[in-house]
């Protein structure tokens, strides 16, 4: 009989992605994250016996908690997270049942940026559309859900990261960027290793949508439209970020479990 405060990989697997995601925390030890350096989507490493940082890092947001094989290290940090009022459940068979569920994304630790001040610091081209929208939208639903992102002039980005420790994305002669015919969120798609079924098909409209090239997927010019309206309804990029993931949170469950729903009337004609 499952425990009360476990959750199964099938299960969290679903919630990857969405706003309804709750907080992953990797509490591995050492040696057992370097023999298997990944990292489910979305979650942080933190030591097991720092419990007093891992609640003032939750602020309260329930949370998942996983190390190896899901015994006495997560169960007991869910047990006792559990106790101070924290709604904490842990990954049943731990990183290994992940690492063989079908379908579960791991991300390659080594591919993410060094934290700036606790998290992923990224820079990009002020005024954004769509790649400079998607991208965060990526970042911060399956790799860093505290990523920040500054929004500058196009000839200061370069200073910008330089200055900050920021990542730059989607300009010229930078890593994370547009790459042959594909655009910068493909490349953050492959370098992440996130290159399932749904985020494939959600890439094919980003991708139409960000080199006008609409013919690869009839929602392309939609997307564009949106985007547009968007940039001109938000005269602060802040603002028109938190409007995009809302858009991208829609793009995605439809990429997810309704793409292949269509819409007519008057309903039921033959």
């Known amino acids: 009989m499952p425990a009360p405060n476990e959750i199964t990989p099938e299960q969290l697997l679903r919630l990857i992605g969405t706003p309804e995601c709750p907080v992953i925390a990797d509490i591995s030890i050492d040696p057992d994250f370097a023999a298997d350096p990944y990292l489910i989507p979305g979650s942080f490493r933190h030591s097991h016996t720092d419990r007093a940082g891992l609640v003032a890092r939750l602020a309260g947001r329930p949370v998942v908690v996983t190390c190896q094989k899901g015994i006495k290290l997560s169960q007991g940090m869910a047990a006792w997270l559990g106790a101070e009022g924290i709604r904490a459940e842990y990954l049943s068979g731990g990183m290994y049942r992940w690492r063989d569920t079908r379908g579960a994304m791991r991300i ?8 700036v001040d606790g998290a992923t610091l990224w820079v990009t081209r002020h005024r ?3 790649d400079r929208i998607a991208c965060p939208w990526l970042i911060r639903r399956f790799v860093d859900t505290s990523a920040r992102f500054l929004f500058v002039s196009p000839s200061e980005v370069a200073g ?3 200055r900050y420790g920021a990542t730059p994305f989607d300009v010229e002669d930078v890593f994370w960027s547009h790459r042959g015919e594909n655009c910068t969120f493909d490349t953050m798609l492959d370098e992440f290793a996130l290159r399932t079924e749904a985020l ?4 094919r409209v980003v991708r139409g949508a960000d080199t006008d090239r609409h013919d690869l997927a009839p929602q392309a010019a939609g997307v564009l439209a949106i985007s547009v309206g968007l940039s001109r309804q938000y005269r602060d990029d802040q603002a028109q970020l938190a409007a995009g993931m809302a858009l991208y949170d829609a793009l995605y469950r439809w990429a997810r479990d309704g793409f292949d729903e269509s819409h007519d009337w008057p309903a039921g004609r033959g």
């Open 200 to 203: 494939d098909r959600l890439s």
């Open 160 to 162: 910008v990261a330089e």
């Open 108 to 115: 390659p630790a080594a591919a993410l940026p060094e934290p």
């Open 128 to 130: 954004p559309k769509i």
